[in-house]
T-cell receptor, first 114, second 117 residues
Framework: DSGVTQTPKHLITATGQRVTLRCSPR?????VYWYQQSLDQGLQFLIQ???????AKGNILERFSAQQFPDLHSELNLSSLELGDSALYFC?????????????FGPGTRLTVT | GENVEQHPSTLSVQEGDSAVIKCTYS??????FPWYKQELGKRPQLIID?????GEKKDQRIAVTLNKTAKHFSLHITETQPEDSAVYFC????????????????FGQGTILTVHP
């Protein structure tokens, strides 16, 4: 157990819908990262937040957005869902914002868009 | 941006043999190189990492080497066991603000390791 929690574990929804994925970092970690894992794209970085502020952005679609709240939990919002958005979404946390710190992954949310 | 290439994509060994997985990276600003093990349907689990001021690091049966000049790093698993079977990912990250590798892990494509009893 990494100490990072994610809910829900599974999500099945239809095209065009909107969903929210939730992540709570390890105790003491200020940075939260979101990654998408699909069979054809591998593990892709989406976005990073540090202590409530956006710090780095990857190839995140405009239909996707995220935020980090004062209690440091983070939410990833996916809207106008398409079949291709079906994937495993992981959040990870680390103690700091720089890139040279260990990142610990949560159990992931499996999103299926039908 | 950073690009990480990983080889081989699949690796099959007999129990007790050694396994080696190799990665190359493109961004010279990258200075942190973790390795993750992922079992089917589970989260990536950090198994070992190395920073650019170190050339080699070992933890029991697992070792990682880094060649900064050539921009490549490798994972070595000795005395493999069936429970080592999983997908292994290398990654690279940097801590220079404004650099393309700052604040994010760029992953290799993964290696499916199968250890036969």
């Amino acid at each position: 157990d990494s100490g990072v929690t994610q809910t829900p574990k599974h999500l099945i929804t239809a095209t065009g819908q909107r969903v929210t994925l939730r992540c709570s970092p390890r105790s003491g970690d200020l940075s939260v990262y979101w990654y998408q894992q699909s069979l054809d794209q591998g593990l892709q970085f989406l976005i990073q937040y540090y202590n409530g502020e956006e710090r780095a952005k990857g190839n995140i679609l405009e239909r996707f957005s995220a935020q980090q709240f004062p209690d440091l939990h983070s939410e990833l919002n996916l809207s106008s869902l398409e079949l291709g958005d079906s994937a495993l979404y992981f959040c990870a946390s680390s103690v700091s914002s720089g890139g040279a710190y260990e990142q610990y992954f949560g159990p992931g949310t499996r999103l299926t868009v039908t | 941006g950073e690009n990480v290439e990983q080889h081989p994509s699949t690796l099959s060994v007999q129990e007790g043999d050694s396994a080696v997985i190799k990665c190359t990276y493109s961004d010279s600003a990258s200075n942190y190189f973790p390795w993750y093990k992922q079992e089917l349907g589970k989260r990536p689990q950090l198994i070992i990492d190395i920073r650019s001021n170190v050339g080699e690091k070992k933890d029991q049966r697992i070792a990682v080497t880094l060649n900064k000049t050539a921009k490549h790093f490798s994972l070595h698993i000795t005395e493999t066991q069936p429970e080592d079977s999983a997908v292994y990912f290398c990654a690279a990250s940097g801590n220079r603000a404004g650099g393309t590798s700052y604040g994010k892990l760029t992953f290799g494509q993964g290696t499916i390791l199968t250890v036969h009893p």
